[in-house]
């Protein structure tokens, strides 16, 4: 991906970082390639990724097992964060990670498959 286009996508994560719950908001590809990235420091937005994809990956080896198609998004809570991951157009992941407030009362989820 050339660097204006990276740039680009990381300006529209710009936004999800405004609300203070938000720890980081990232651009991945299905196999957890880190894409654009707006996170604190003290996330490994490259790492995270890593790991979301191979989340996505069990979901949609779950879907099959289930007889479904694909995940429309995945979330999780974890204990002191949630995160949602949710299509976002050309192939690409949103990952939303920060406070259940914020995430889960801020945010809502249309339609779409991961």
């Given at each position: 991906m050339n660097d204006d286009r990276a740039d680009a996508l990381a300006s529209q994560l710009a936004p999800y970082r405004e609300h203070p719950g938000v720890k980081a908001a990232?651009?991945?590809?299905?196999?957890?390639?880190?894409v654009a990235a707006a996170a604190d420091e003290s996330v490994n937005a490259e790492a995270v990724a890593a790991q979301l994809g191979?989340?996505?990956?069990?979901?949609?080896?779950?879907?099959?097992?289930?007889?479904?198609?694909?995940?429309?998004?995945?979330?999780?809570?974890?204990?002191?964060l949630n995160a949602v991951l949710s299509p976002f157009g050309d192939g690409l992941l949103l990952a939303l990670i920060g406070t259940p407030d914020v995430?889960?009362?801020?945010?809502?989820?249309?339609?779409?498959?991961?």
């Open positions: 990232l651009l991945i590809s299905r196999d957890g390639f880190l191979a989340v996505v990956d069990v979901a949609a080896r779950l879907a099959g097992e289930l007889g479904q198609e694909a995940a429309t998004y995945i979330t999780f809570e974890l204990s002191a995430i889960t009362l801020q945010y809502g989820f249309a339609g779409g498959r991961v």
